[in-house]
């Protein structure tokens, strides 16, 4: 009986509670189990503060045996450690984020200017706890965690010696990980928001989206729509948001179909592809990015509980190519690298033989560990940040409307492409249709020995035909379609024969007017400088309105299941 | 003057009386001056004295630009010449302004002020026909004299930001906002000893050691000077000066100036053939070359361009010269530009090729490669007919390389990356070997360095088809012949070799300094200090916002990008605010608009601070919008880019065809003799120096382009260009949706700002009329007579 209480209370009170007090709130229960009600209630919100303030010594004495091995660094790192004997218990059925931050996971500062004294324990009162991300200035910790089993990981923020501890997201489904954002600003002010965004999973038939919210956790809008889900969001200094997704678990020749890494604004803006996995990658993750501009991320070729795999880079500025392995060690498993002041890396490392993620310093230049800095025997040691502060990324000034439910795209010639020569289609698409895809539960699910779900487990994507609308003769359409919507275009022939098909999913955020060059062009391509026909009208209306086109192929509102 | 006692003068605009002389007439009148007005239009005197009780201060006007503070306001107003000899100023200042000295009696006197003739026009036929007319004859109506009402005292009397800035808010222009050198071209000795610096705020030649990084020297020449070359044999330095319209000849080894060369409108680049005896001149604002005898010392003939001619490269055997063009050419409505570099056969001295470069604008920088027979030159490739929507993927503007082939084919490359573009390409210089070329980024503070013979073989290696549609449209390609990019001062404009080929050295235009690189690992050795202010004043401040691409979403583009020199790029844009597809926008100049408020085309701006505030974020920038101080220094910067002088305006004033076209300009009948109703008049909304009332009219001008864009509108037939052009208006009307008004326009150097109308459909100002007043709500302009409208637009471009 205690559990659903407690979830009651959690989800019902104020995140602000942990710091404003326990007894007034207990008041509001009544009948004769006031009084446990009101022990649960300041256990339950009290719990992560209170035994973190006194168990900051005994953890030092918990990990004094494991001392580091070298003294190349001078910043204190926080990172998270995940206890190995708690990942055999978490092969069945979890959320994701339970997989890899299992029961005792938690978040350690160590100073390896007094290595001797082992690590501070910056989570204790968490039953899970990881993820760290710093603030630009270096002060504060942004993390994701829980308290009792059951119950969701919910982003808080502490400073960085684990004091000011609060709650900044409630009731928003498993947050995975959260990042701070730059500054965001409208037309109609000078005066910057701040917010921070964090990847979360919220009901099962959803996917796994990256939302922004207020600092006090207020304003929470989701602003990635794949139905894929996303993972692993980084804020790039020039201002955009770089995410993991794609089909996950699937290896194709499309950029689309495989592990990729996307970006968009910070409000959900102007979606683009980054960077995608090469070959036979299951999975990208985990970027970091240089002070010199290198996105640094892993790519996972063998499933496993971590994510873990090669280190690769690409540069900023031209990340779909030049990208390049970093590790020269293919076989051994790299983990979730961060930026050094000095261009090195910060990464977690275990050989391919087995044992324990280790903390080390890598040489991105000559693809060298260069130094261990830390190993403890019992715990994976991963996600780590040497504290100091960075610079702030670009800011951003937003189209977006939220109260709008639609938003205009338009190609400007959908003959531009890099798959067939334009002189074979030239003349040949007629329309292009609209699909919105959703994702449904399938049921049944299989967990391969790993714990790790094969692709499209648990789910299928379902598309309905939205409408079509005309393409003109220069190639280009315009199109008021629905907002916040995972969508498909696929051009076809006036018999209706597809031309070109998008294999992934784009959407369009509120009041944005997203342009597309051509359909699946190079995206090194800069656009024609030429007036499309499409514009000289108004945009067609698909799937908004009462307005609905027709035309040859799949008739409004019929559905195929990918 | 009061509003009130004016006002009880407009008795009747229908009944004014005809305007200085008759429209057809060629009798002009000219300015007596109020002492001859006054010798019967004194109190008591023969004829009735001025309605309205003389006012000192008009006739103290003249003096107040004498004062302190006028240098202070003519410096918000764009103005570059003294207050007392700025028609802008003058125009309220004093009697007279528009029409110039030429058209003053000898009893006319400037210093009077604000006399009589400012209300009621030059008077010299109303005197003399008074005086030989006998009594009771009627006079000639020629002789009468305009009736002012109370707009013609709003035409001065007007809330003018710039004198409430400096008159009631105090400001003052910072001395070392004048003592900044910004540094804009380079030329170095044949002995690689001395650095020439052209420093355009300074108006100077700076000389430098190159061997100490010492100044040696520092020559006065004319009003901004742009560009410098030297001689074959270094002995005469050669210096443009742009807003003085000279060429100064300098002797290298007194440091002093020999002669200063009458050339065309803005001189921009210079350069001598390889015998050193011609020197060609390039006239940014007048299109057109100005070819000088150096022996002589004189203009021989000029070459005609394209349009904004920049600089100017020899080719390696000296047989021809290279021209690049700052805007491009005009071409159809909403059709891709394209510009021209014109050839120079140096033999002749003419015109021997004009090698189009296709959608490319901003041609600035260019040199020749030795031993690879080709040339280079910077570039931009502005998508002004894709909507601004999104910056990401080049989709506003990509900045590049062009190659010129002897046979006159053209290449281009982009040197932007993805997310790293490389904005505001300015020049380019090749190293004595061919080996390497150095392009500046002024909005990028960097230097890239190009492997020319990468860059010859990458280009050359790919087949015809992707020459011309993918290398121009292709980012992320410079990675193969980019070696790197070298991280410089703010705002490089130019770039040099040394003769040996050992250092290049960059000037760094905002910050004063020249960077001096070691060309074998390409980096920094040494930064040189001109000597400028050590403080960045609030203005300067601006001034570097203004040229920093970092303001953009990847550094794409900076506000000089559009506003080349604060001026246009005479590009129109289809801005997402108002609709994509719909709304075509022309660009307009910022030089000296501050008194011109409201800004933008609809006229929705009451201030260049919102003008450059969150809206430019939002729809433009896509970054986080201007701090409140960084807001402040750019609009300050805004407020002070200089207008050049205008090409046809004399100093003497007004020529006979625009003097005619002046009368038809501020006439208020028609050649029938009717009253023209004042919402026909040109002065009616072109009133004042700045010729704006500053309010929106509608004019007939709202086409297809400007109806919401959810409305039913008739389809267009936009194959159909001729119908096009003037289709726009009747289509529009003839859907019954109501027209729109739009700003009214300053007039001042509306030559050089084409093209024209809020969408830029016109490429020239006759066809405002000829081919876009479709309606006939531009003004009365059915009645004129070829002459006429010729002579109109002769006076329009005067002012």
């Excluded at chain 2, 026009?121 to 109370?150: C, K, N």
């Excluded at chain 2, 390696?316 to 409505?333: K, Q």
Aim: net charge negative.
């Amino acid at each position: 009986m205690i559990l659903p209480n407690l979830k009651f209370i959690a989800k019902h009170l104020p995140a602000s509670f942990a710091e404003t007090g326990v007894l007034s709130r207990s008041l509001r229960f009544r009948g004769g189990r006031r009084f446990t009600r009101c022990v649960i209630v300041a256990f339950c919100y009290l719990w992560p503060t209170a035994f973190h303030a006194a168990g900051e010594e005994e953890t030092r004495s918990l990990d004094r045996a494991s001392s580091p091995t070298t003294k190349t660094l001078t910043s204190r790192l926080i990172f998270t450690q995940v206890p190995i004997n708690a990942l055999a218990a978490s092969s069945q059925r979890v959320a994701p984020v339970d997989r890899t931050l299992p029961d005792g996971s938690r978040i350690v500062l160590f100073d390896p200017a007094n290595s001797d004294k082992g690590v501070i324990n910056l989570t204790r009162g968490f039953l899970a706890a990881g993820r760290p991300n710093l603030s630009f200035d270096g002060k504060k910790v942004l993390f994701v965690a829980k308290r009792f089993p059951g119950y969701p990981f919910d982003v808080w923020e502490m400073n960085t010696d684990g004091s000011g501890l609060r709650r900044i997201t409630e009731n928003v489904g498993n947050c995975t990980a959260a990042i701070h954002l730059s500054t965001m600003y409208t037309m109609h002010s000078q005066e910057p928001v701040y917010q921070i965004a964090f990847c979360s999973e919220g009901e099962p038939a959803s996917a796994r989206a990256i939302h922004t919210c207020r600092m006090d956790g207020s304003r929470v809008r989701r602003i990635t729509f794949d139905p894929h889900g996303v993972h692993d969001p980084l804020m790039l200094s020039d201002g955009r948001l770089v995410f993991g997704g794609g089909q996950p678990g699937v290896s194709a020749d499309l950029i689309g179909g495989r592990p990729s890494f996307s970006t968009v604004q910070a409000c959900g803006s102007d979606l683009s592809i980054f960077a995608a996995g090469r070959g036979r990658s299951l999975a990208v993750g985990m970027p970091c990015e240089t002070l010199d501009g290198e996105v640094i991320y892993v790519e996972c070729r063998s499933r496993g509980w971590d994510g873990g795999g090669s280190l690769v880079s690409v540069p900023r500025s031209r990340s779909l190519h030049d990208g390049r392995v970093l590790a020269d060690e293919p076989s051994d498993t790299y983990h979730s690298p961060s930026a050094l002041t000095d261009g090195g890396l910060l990464v977690s490392y275990r050989p391919a033989k087995g044992g324990t993620f280790g903390l080390y310093v890598f040489d991105p230049v000559r693809g060298k560990r260069t130094a261990r800095v830390f190993d403890a025997p019992d715990w994976h040691d991963v996600f780590a940040l040497a504290v100091h502060s960075r610079p702030i990324p670009a800011g951003r000034s937003t189209v977006v409307d939220e109260s709008n439910d639609t938003g205009l795209l338009y190609c400007l010639d959908a003959y531009l492409s890099d798959r067939s020569s334009r002189d074979a289609r030239n003349g040949r698409i007629d329309r292009v249709q609209v699909f919105r895809t959703v994702r449904h539960l399938s049921g049944e699910v299989s967990v391969d020995e790993s714990g790790v779900l094969p692709p499209f487990d648990g789910y299928s994507l379902v598309e309905e035909l939205l409408g079509d609308a005309k393409v003109e003769s220069d190639g280009s359409f315009f199109l008021k379609i629905p907002a916040r919507t995972p969508l498909r275009l696929q051009t076809i022939d006036s018999a209706g024969q597809l031309i070109e098909a998008m294999t992934s999913s784009f959407w369009v955020m509120p009041n944005e007017t997203r342009g597309c060059i051509g359909c699946h062009e190079d995206r090194e391509r800069t656009p024609p400088n030429r007036y499309p026909l499409a514009l000289r009208s108004p945009p067609q209306l698909v799937g908004v309105g009462s307005k609905r086109s027709t035309g040859p192929g799949l008739e409004p509102g019929e559905e195929h299941v990918k | 003057m009061s509003g009130a006692r004016v006002g009880g003068l407009a008795y009747s605009a229908l009944l004014i009386i005809p305007g200085i002389v008759a429209a057809t007439g060629d009798e002009f009148s000219y300015y007596v001056g109020q002492s001859v007005c006054l010798e019967c239009h004194a109190p008591g005197g023969a004829a009735s004295a001025c309605g309205v009780d003389p006012i000192p201060k008009h006739g103290q006007s003249f003096d107040a630009l004498t004062r302190e503070e006028a240098s202070h306001i003519a410096a918000l107003c764009g103005v570059s010449c003294p207050p007392t000899e700025s028609q802008i100023c003058l125009g309220c200042h004093a009697t007279a302004a528009t029409t110039g000295p030429r058209w003053t009696k000898p009893t006319f006197d400037v210093n009077d002020g604000v006399q009589c003739e400012s209300c009621h026009g030059a008077g010299s036929i109303h005197v003399e026909s008074f005086r030989t007319s006998r009594a009771g004859e009627p006079v000639q109506s020629a002789a009468r004299l305009r009736i002012p009402d109370s707009d013609s005292c709003s035409a001065c009397h007007r809330e003018r930001a710039s004198h409430r800035v400096v008159l009631e808010e105090g400001y003052r222009r910072p001395a070392a906002d004048q003592q900044y050198r910004t540094p804009v071209s380079l030329a170095i000795s044949p002995d690689g000893g001395q650095l020439y610096v052209v420093c355009e705020r300074s108006d100077s030649l700076v000389e430098v050691d190159t061997r100490s990084g010492t100044l040696l020297g520092e020559v006065a020449v004319g009003h901004r000077p742009s560009d410098v070359a030297l001689g074959p044999d270094g002995r005469t330095i050669y210096v443009t000066n742009r807003f003085s319209n000279t060429l100064s000849l300098i002797d290298s080894s007194t440091r002093k100036v020999i002669t200063g060369i009458p050339v065309g409108h803005e001189p921009h680049g210079v350069l001598t053939d390889a015998s050193g005896d011609r020197i060609y001149v390039l006239n940014t604002g007048q299109d057109s070359v100005s070819v000088l005898s150096a022996k002589e010392r004189r203009e021989t003939h000029r070459l005609t361009t394209g349009p904004g001619p920049w600089s100017i490269a020899r080719s390696p055997d000296g047989s021809s010269l290279y021209v690049t063009h700052v805007r491009p050419y005009p071409g159809p409505f909403l059709t891709p530009l394209h510009s021209e570099i014109t050839v120079i056969e140096t033999k002749r001295g003419v015109v021997a090729a004009r090698p189009v470069v296709a959608e490319a604008n901003g041609l600035e920088g260019i040199a020749s490669v030795p031993g690879h027979g080709v040339a280079l030159f910077t570039l931009m490739r502005t998508k002004n007919l894709v909507p601004l929507t999104r910056l990401g993927q080049g989709w506003a503007i990509t900045n590049g390389l062009g190659l010129l082939w002897p046979d006159g084919r053209v290449d281009q490359v982009l040197l932007d990356e993805p997310a790293a573009s490389f904005a505001d390409p300015g020049d380019v210089a090749v190293s004595p070997d061919g080996r390497f070329a150095l392009v500046t980024s002024g909005g990028g503070n960097e230097v890239a360095v190009v492997d020319v013979g990468k860059l010859i073989q990458f280009v050359t290696s790919n087949s015809d088809l992707r020459r011309r549609e993918v290398l121009p449209n292709h980012m992320g390609s410079g990675t193969d012949f980019v070696v790197r990019r070298i991280s410089v001062g703010k705002n490089p404009r130019a770039v040099v070799f040394s003769p040996d080929g050992r250092f290049a050295y960059v000037a760094n235009a905002l910050d004063d300094s020249i960077t001096v690189l070691e060309t074998g690992g390409f980096t920094v050795t040494r930064v040189i200090d001109l000597g400028g202010p050590s403080e960045v004043t609030e203005t300067r401040w601006g001034e570097q916002l203004f040229h920093d691409a970092r303001i953009t979403f990847g550094g794409q583009f900076s506000c000089r990008s559009c506003h080349p020199d604060g001026h246009i790029n005479g590009l129109t844009f289809d801005i997402e605010a108002d609709g994509i597809g719909m709304h075509p926008s022309d660009n307009r100049t910022l030089r000296g608009i501050f008194d011109t408020a409201p800004f933008k085309w609809e006229g929705t701006n009451p201030s260049l601070e919102r003008q450059c505030g969150p809206r430019l974020a939002v729809f433009f920038t896509r970054l986080a919008p201007f701090t409140p101080s960084e807001l402040s220094a750019l609009t300050k910067y805004i407020r002070t880019i200089e207008r050049p002088p205008n090409p046809y305006r004399s100093p003497e004033g007004l020529t006979v065809s625009q003097r005619r076209g002046q009368i038809v300009f501020e006439r208020t009948t028609t050649n029938n003799g009717e009253p023209l109703p004042v919402g026909k008049r040109c002065v009616t909304c072109h009133s004042g120096p700045y010729a704006t009332s500053r309010t929106s009219a509608d004019v007939g001008t709202t086409m297809w382009f400007d109806v919401p864009i959810s409305s039913e509108v008739p389809d267009v037939d936009f194959d159909d260009i001729e119908q096009y052009g003037a289709m726009g208006l009747y289509y529009f009307v003839d859907a019954g949706i109501p027209t729109k008004s739009f700003d009214v326009p300053h007039l001042t150097n509306i030559f050089d700002s084409a093209p024209y109308l809020h969408n830029g459909v016109a490429p020239t100002l006759e066809l405002i009329w000829t081919r876009f007043d479709v309606l006939g709500k531009h003004g009365m302009t059915g009645d004129l007579s070829r002459r006429q409208f010729n002579d109109l637009i002769e006076y329009l471009k005067g002012l």
